[in-house]
């Protein structure tokens, strides 16, 4: 916002609140009310608001609450942000981004918020609890480039989100058992850099995907599919699959831990393939 005084954000409560959970906190104060703009509870306006204004040159940053409020407004991102300018003669790419690690959050931010192209910007409400170095000046992280964040030599585990924070996890005592764990990052969902996958399959032949979705129609399903496709000849074992269990995610705190992913069940899972 700083370098760019097109760049303005939107959103409920982001003013002298700043957001639910605080991501805009002094953003008020230092840009003012015509840049940190309050909206009405209502996600297909903030939608539809931020699409008119980016094409008319600005570059909002629309944030709403909750990834299932999104919802509200898929008309105003479906059938028009992620197709404008398809229907007026130009190329489109509709990056979809989940970073894991406070590096890529603020470098993939920046690369969303510079290119032309509408981006759906995933923050995962429990890695705002996460902490890592960060640096203080301007960088960016390319969009659609996956990065691996453990080298490892007998399994690859592949990630994104909170999953990728798991998979580590499950790495770490993975490694005081004797396994070497690789684990990949995809940070983009969509384009999906299958590459750094690739390459590390290549050398475990072995794979586990971690997603915090559910099991049947995701991102892992792609995954798997394109190891099948193009990794064939490498595969020792069948591609595993750790995914929250497919029901609505209870509010019961000892519930919630057993639907979703954990340590644990990717270790077996590990395990198993081996």
């Not at 910007?121 to 609890?129: G, K, N, P, S």
Request: proline share 5%.
């Amino acid at each position: 916002m700083r370098r760019d005084e097109n760049v303005f954000i939107m959103g409920e409560e982001v003013g002298v609140w700043g957001g639910t959970y605080a991501v805009t906190r002094g953003f008020h104060d230092e840009f003012g009310a015509r840049r940190v703009r309050d909206t009405p509870i209502s996600e297909m306006v903030i939608g539809g608001a931020a699409t008119g204004a980016a094409m008319n040159g600005l570059r909002p940053v629309a944030e709403f609450m909750t990834i299932n409020f999104a919802f509200l407004a898929l008309d105003a991102m479906v059938n028009h942000a992620a197709k404008v300018h398809y229907m007026f003669g130009g190329q489109i790419k509709a990056p979809v981004v989940s970073p894991a690690t406070p590096y890529d959050a603020k470098g993939m931010m920046k690369a969303a918020i510079r290119i032309d192209d509408p981006v759906l910007f995933i923050e995962h409400a429990t890695l705002y609890q996460v902490r890592g170095e960060v640096p203080e000046g301007d960088y960016v992280v390319p969009l659609g480039v996956s990065d691996v964040k453990r080298e490892g030599t007998d399994v690859t585990l592949v990630g994104y989100a909170q999953g990728l924070q798991v998979a580590l996890e499950a790495a770490a005592q993975l490694a005081r058992e004797g396994i070497s764990a690789e684990v990949v990052d995809l940070r983009s969902l969509r384009p999906l850099d299958m590459e750094p996958v690739l390459k590390s399959f290549q050398k475990t032949f072995k794979a586990v995907i971690v997603e915090e979705g559910y099991r049947s129609y995701g991102i892992g399903s792609e995954v798997v599919a394109r190891l099948q496709e193009e990794g064939f000849d490498y595969m020792d074992a069948p591609v595993k699959r750790v995914a929250q269990f497919e029901v609505p995610l209870p509010y019961s705190a000892d519930l919630e831990q057993a639907a979703l992913i954990n340590k644990d069940r990717i270790i077996t899972a590990v395990k198993e393939i081996l």
